[in-house]
């Protein structure tokens, strides 16, 4: 047994030959595998006793006993592959269908032929504790180009490229989920998907118009488990956008009879909501007739006739609709008796 001591000098750091790399907490998703990244080193007066031999091993905290050995990897507690050989200082391992019993602490031992016989459980990062997650997590949506997790509600402009970015974790590298978009539109939808070294990412590319107004964008996440299990974030998205397909009718529709009462309606789909503004052609310039939406003339005459403007008006832009009004006079017939 090997017993380590380390100088301590305050420039220089801590000299000693046995280091390990390891991070300090991995996440494993019940039934999938997890990956520990490790590297580690040894003192220098037993490099020759290092050989590809050499049994690298994982030991849980508080345990005597070996859970993870690299001369039978599917024989202890944790089952998998440790990756590289002892001679490149490689401690990276895979470990397979893990359940809650794996949660905890582990430490990795290295044994060789002769004195290199060491346990790497300090001083600090000396050892991974491994949770395991009963259920994946929902994936995380961000909108681009501001770089932020997006809100319940996305707000864009119409004409602006947008990009909104699903990314999942990547628990078991061999066996990597997947993500896939759809929308509230009738159209497919297809994200561009790359791998980081962590997580799995789509980007979803697309110009902004007014039809994409209070769509639903939908990411699923499935992870290849022992049986396929899904996870879904949506998000609205709210466009702005000028005045579009503007018109004017007239109510009660058909021939308007002097004396009669009739409604001008003005309609307008845009976001934010429109102003509406009547103007009418014998007006010279155009002066405004009248706000809102309706425009109502009571007791009609002929003197109404004319064409009428509706303008609405939002804070990205203005269209116009326009309906010609013809009241008609009414003519009165005086019937005279025969002379006999």
Same mark, same amino acid.
């Not at 609205?236 to 002097?258: C, D, F, H, M, W």
């Not at 003197?303 to 009428?308: D, E, I, K, L």
């Not at 509706?310 to 009241?327: D, I, R």
């Given at each position: 047994?090997?017993?380590?001591?380390?100088l301590f000098?305050?420039?220089?750091?801590?000299?000693?030959?046995?280091?390990?790399?390891?991070?300090?907490?991995?996440?494993?998703?019940?039934?999938?595998?997890?990956?520990?990244?490790?590297?580690?080193?040894?003192?220098?007066?037993?490099?020759?006793?290092?050989?590809?031999?050499?049994?690298?091993?994982?030991?849980?905290?508080?345990?005597?006993?070996?859970?993870?050995?690299? /001369?039978?990897?599917?024989?202890?507690?944790?089952?998998?592959?440790?990756?590289?050989?002892?001679?490149?200082?490689?401690?990276?391992?895979?470990?397979?269908?893990?359940?809650?019993?794996?949660?905890?602490?582990?430490?990795?031992?290295?044994?060789?032929?002769?004195?290199?016989?060491?346990?790497?459980?300090?001083?600090?990062?000396?050892?991974?504790?491994?949770?395991?997650?009963?259920?994946?997590?929902?994936?995380?949506?961000?909108?681009?180009?501001?770089?932020?997790?997006?809100?319940?509600?996305?707000?864009?402009?119409?004409?602006?490229?947008?990009?909104?970015?699903?990314?999942?974790?990547?628990?078991?590298?061999?066996?990597?989920?997947?993500?896939?978009?759809?929308?509230?539109?009738?159209?497919?939808?297809?994200?561009?998907?790359?791998?980081?070294?962590?997580?799995?990412?789509?980007?979803?590319?697309?110009?902004?118009?007014?039809? &994409?107004?209070?769509?639903?964008? !939908?990411?699923?996440?499935?992870?290849?488990?022992?049986?396929?299990? !899904?996870?879904?974030?949506?998000?609205?998205?709210?466009?702005?956008?000028?005045?579009?397909?503007?018109?004017?009718?007239?109510?009660?529709?058909?021939?308007?009879?002097?004396?009669?009462?009739?409604?001008?309606?003005?309609?307008?789909?845009?976001?934010?909501?429109?102003?509406?503004?009547?103007?009418r052609d014998?007006?010279?310039p155009l002066?405004?007739?009248?706000?809102?939406?309706?425009?109502?003339?009571?007791?009609?005459?002929?003197?109404?006739?004319?064409?009428?403007?509706?303008?609405?008006?939002?804070?990205?832009?203005?269209?116009? /609709?326009?309906?010609?009004?013809?009241?008609?006079?009414?003519? &009165?017939?005086?019937?005279?008796?025969?002379?006999?």
């Amino acid at each position: 047994m090997i017993f380590s001591f380390c100088l301590f000098v305050f420039v220089l750091g801590v000299l000693c030959g046995f280091n390990i790399s390891l991070p300090k907490r991995v996440e494993a998703l019940n039934g999938s595998c997890v990956f520990i990244p490790c590297t580690f080193d040894i003192d220098q007066q037993y490099k020759d006793n290092l050989t590809d031999s050499a049994k690298r091993m994982w030991f849980k905290a508080g345990g005597s006993t070996a859970v993870f050995d690299s /001369s039978s990897p599917n024989t202890g507690l944790l089952k998998g592959e440790i990756f590289g050989t002892a001679t490149q200082n490689n401690c990276t391992t895979r470990i397979d269908n893990v359940d809650q019993s794996h949660r905890g602490s582990y430490y990795f031992r290295i044994e060789a032929n002769g004195k290199l016989q060491y346990n790497y459980t300090g001083p600090t990062y000396s050892q991974v504790q491994i949770g395991v997650l009963a259920s994946p997590p929902k994936p995380t949506l961000s909108v681009f180009p501001d770089q932020q997790k997006v809100r319940k509600e996305v707000e864009v402009f119409e004409g602006s490229s947008v990009s909104l970015r699903c990314s999942t974790k990547i628990f078991c590298p061999s066996r990597p989920p997947s993500l896939t978009w759809s929308s509230s539109l009738i159209e497919s939808v297809t994200g561009q998907q790359y791998q980081s070294q962590t997580d799995i990412i789509s980007d979803l590319n697309f110009t902004v118009s007014h039809r &994409h107004h209070r769509v639903t964008f !939908t990411c699923t996440a499935t992870h290849q488990i022992q049986k396929q299990n !899904t996870t879904k974030r949506s998000h609205l998205l709210s466009v702005q956008y000028a005045p579009k397909n503007t018109s004017v009718r007239i109510n009660p529709a058909g021939l308007v009879l002097e004396g009669r009462s009739v409604t001008l309606s003005c309609s307008s789909d845009a976001n934010p909501a429109v102003n509406y503004t009547w103007y009418r052609d014998t007006e010279r310039p155009l002066n405004p007739v009248q706000t809102g939406p309706n425009l109502t003339i009571n007791n009609t005459d002929p003197t109404h006739s004319g064409r009428y403007y509706c303008t609405a008006e939002n804070k990205h832009g203005t269209q116009n /609709s326009s309906v010609l009004l013809y009241v008609q006079i009414q003519t &009165h017939f005086c019937l005279r008796p025969a002379d006999n």
